[in-house]
């Protein structure tokens, strides 16, 4: 019982010194979900159209609502093999608490905007056919000091 009481002790001050020596170096800022996705081939104007169309919107919505703070879209330019990502978009949050809850938060923008829950199916069964997603990643921005 000492062994497991000193280690969880030990594992308490490593992780309080990490986060004190982090600190040190750069201060949070906001946190971003970032996707990566590959277009597939030959679907480039129906992928554009729906973005345009409909997260486009969203996005918009959940800005003006204060859900989200911004949103960046990029278009990777050299890639390195053919399963690479085509194009990128980045969500920004105040912080890791507004995600919290986001499904609640934006489920009612989601449906003025798609319809309900069929409209909004058919939506994704649509959009899974014109790309896929590479990755997605939680990130926290940071400035450094």
Do not use: C
């Amino acid at each position: 019982m000492k062994t497991i009481a000193r280690m969880l002790l030990f594992l308490l001050v490593v992780s309080t010194a990490a986060t004190v020596l982090a600190q040190k170096n750069y201060t949070d800022g906001p946190v971003w979900r970032v996707v990566h996705v590959r277009i597939l081939p030959g679907k480039s104007n129906a992928f554009w159209a729906d973005i345009n169309t409909n997260a486009k919107k969203l996005w918009e919505a959940e800005k003006a609502q204060g859900i989200i703070v911004d949103y960046k879209v990029y278009v990777h330019t050299t890639a390195d093999s053919a399963q690479d990502w085509d194009v990128a978009y980045a969500i920004e949050f105040k912080n890791w608490a507004a995600i919290d809850g986001l499904t609640a938060k934006t489920e009612a923008l989601a449906e003025q905007i798609a319809g309900g829950a069929d409209a909004r199916q058919a939506l994704l069964d649509k959009r899974v056919q014109t790309a896929e997603v590479v990755s997605s990643q939680i990130v926290k921005e940071v400035t450094l000091k």
